[in-house]
């Protein structure tokens, strides 16, 4: 015993004191962190793009929206190319996060709108009068600040505000992310903490055990006992390799339960939770556990009828009613017809209204969305 003393001296530095009885353990578990949500919008949505469960849900939200062919009452019209794709998306997307949306319209010579700009939501702020009525729109980047009237006319519009509704706010609406931020915090906490785990052969370290007739260890040699084992032992580089103990150190292997080790119900319902607040079917996302549809052809639709289609109202209400400054009565309006998910309906639809006897052509065509025949 006395080899395995000397071992101990030149490991610790020590006169290696030996606890009594087995009593004096170090266990080395890792922990992945709190799982605590970001403070702040931009910091939440860093989160959300690094998880693939909040990102796919927005995108396919924002690509459903983006993907919509659009026209006004049946025909082409110089206001549905001021709304393309990538306008549409970066709307879409906007509304999905922050619940707020703006957009700049560029007039060209003859005071037509040329295009129009979305802005980023988190950099626009709205300044009240004495009275809490809205006077004006900050537009703040860096040190530089634009200001934006809150309602102009044809030759000088203000800046369009789309929002959705937060019961909290009498101007500002509210997006999905600040509900969705706490299962996206522990999606992305319980990422770590496997990762940890994987580095560490999916269990933790283990506790040494010191046994022997003296007190306990000082300050000084646990922290040399620790620095040894981290740097020679420990993390992925070092997976297997032999451990050579004397002086009475003993390695106490720890093991997890089942339970304990068993993150993947927390993760699915986690993952559930961000589906629900981005308005996408969990079956959508290849999430299992789902048993609301009957198939995905069902969830897809439902995708569309409760998310998409909503969302591409608000957002088509408020730019018709921003162009009417320069179009009056102009309305904006989807293409049904060449939405693939929708076709199954659509096809009912027709058959029934082309079964209808007692309404005419044109009843039948305005029924359909199609207007007049010319």
Sequence with gaps: MRGGRDWAVRLMGIGARKSASAGWRWAGLATAGAAEPPAGHEAQVRAAYRNPVALRAVRLVAEGVASVE??????????????????????????????????????????????????????????????????RWLHRVGSRVQR????????????????????????????????????IALL??????NRSLIANAARPSGALVLDGEDGPLSAEQFARLRDEIESGFQGAANA??????????????????????DFQKAREAAAREVALAFGVPPMLLGLPGDSTHANYAEANVALWRLTILPMLARILGGVSAHLALWWPGIRLAPDLDQVPALWADRERLWRHVGEASFLSDTEKREMLGWGKRT
């Design 70 to 135: 659009l026209h006004v009452d049946g025909s082409d019209h110089a206001g549905v190319g001021l709304l393309r794709p990538s306008v549409l998306e970066r709307l879409a997307t906007d509304l999905c996060l922050h619940g707020n949306a703006f957009l700049v319209t560029e007039l060209d010579f003859g005071g037509q709108p040329a295009a129009l700009w979305p802005l980023r939501p988190e950099r626009v702020v709205l300044e009240t009068d004495a009275e809490g009525q809205p006077a």
């Design 188 to 193: 992305n906490a319980a990422a770590r903490w």
């Design 240 to 261: 297997g390799r032999p451990m050579l103990l004397e002086g009475g150190l003993r390695w106490q292997p720890l093991a997890m339960t089942p339970a304990e080790m």
């Design 148 to 183: 934006f009237s809150v309602a102009g006319d044809a030759a000088a519009p203000g800046l369009l505000h789309l929002k959705a509704h937060d019961p909290l706010d009498d101007h500002m609406g509210v997006g999905s992310l600040p509900a969705a931020s706490e299962p």
